[in-house]
């Protein structure tokens, strides 16, 4: 996995250039929370004492990292802008529907403690929502970065709309922007897809899941529990370690039912139109498939950081 490069204070390489949440590799909620608001405090030491027509900070994402940015910059009297090329919530919004967001009591800038233990995505949203209402921040929606250029003391941030003079940017963006791909023929196929939206779309289909993160794991199990479908989860793993331990036992608990097949040490070959064939321990097989569904993590968006200047290492799972 490629991760960039910060500091304790969350700054890359590159002075003046943050990033926290998802795209340094915390994609947790409640710790993007806290490193969103930790950016800000280290952001706030370098603007202290400055005066000028300058943007003390654009933060760039409204996930959870961004969205405590940005109520941390308001409670901290920050001049900033917050720009998000979707809508609120980030990676968050894009879950599945019903899906439990499993997170921790965390601390919200302007608001105080939040104290879900375990909620769905509805739910969340909902709450940021009212949070965003009653704060009275601002998120500039459907603002894509196109580009971030050093300019004498700060950067220029430069949107599709207008361009921003900054002293920092916090880069808060979530990795998922860019789905990992398979690399195999028949990708390309329209029922392949790389998010799960809604499990009742493929009611009465055969559907096939690749990976082995939470994503995977809770894309086989909704779409298992919908009438007449017929589910098999392919991993190239052995094992789902990486998952969490509630939904392992529910892919344990709905194979044992005969609900969901699930196929350890196995890789997609080709798919076609009606049909799928995945090497499993060396062994070709062909099964029937209505539609694919392929979680296997988003692409860090290492060109976009590199052409900033924040330098990007490679990690491969080692201690």
Known sequence: VDIP?????????????????ELGGMGLIRNA?????????????????????????????AGPAGFSAT???KEHGLKSVTLEQDTLGGTVAHFPRGKLV??????????????????????????????????????????????????????????????????SVLLAIGRRGTPRTLGVPGENLPKVVYR?????????????V??????????????????GTTVTLSYRGDGFSRAKQKNRDRIDGLARAGRLSVWLKSNVVRIDTDGVEID?????????????????????PTGFLKSVGVTVETKYGTA
């Not at 082995?212 to 529990?225: F, N, P, Q, R, V």
């Not at 062909?286 to 988003?298: E, S």
């Open 196 to 208: 799960l939206i809604d499990p009742a779309q493929y009611a009465g289909q055969h559907v096939l």
């Open 210 to 227: 690749v990976g082995g993160g939470d994503s995977a794991l809770e894309a086989a199990c909704s779409i298992a529990e919908e009438p």
């Open 71 to 73: 109520l941390a910059a």
């Open 102 to 167: 499993m997170t921790a009591p965390a601390n919200l800038p302007m608001f105080g403690k939040v104290k879900f233990t375990e909620t769905n995505k509805e739910s969340l949203l909902k709450f940021w929502q009212e949070v965003e209402r009653k704060t009275g921040i601002k998120i500039n929606y459907r603002e894509r970065v196109e580009g971030i250029e050093p300019n004498g003391q700060g950067y220029m941030v430069r949107t599709g709309r207008r361009t921003y003079r900054t002293r």
């Open 33 to 61: 929370i806290e490193q969103g608001r930790q950016a800000i405090s280290s952001i706030r030491k370098m603007a202290a004492g400055r005066g000028s027509d300058m943007l003390d900070v654009v933060i760039v994402g």
């Open 5 to 21: 490069l910060v500091d304790p204070n969350f700054q890359t390489n590159v002075p003046g250039i943050f990033i926290a949440g």
């Open 280 to 300: 499993v321990g060396g062994t070709a097989r062909t099964i029937p498939n209505d539609a694919t569904i392929v979680c296997a993590g988003g692409i860090l």
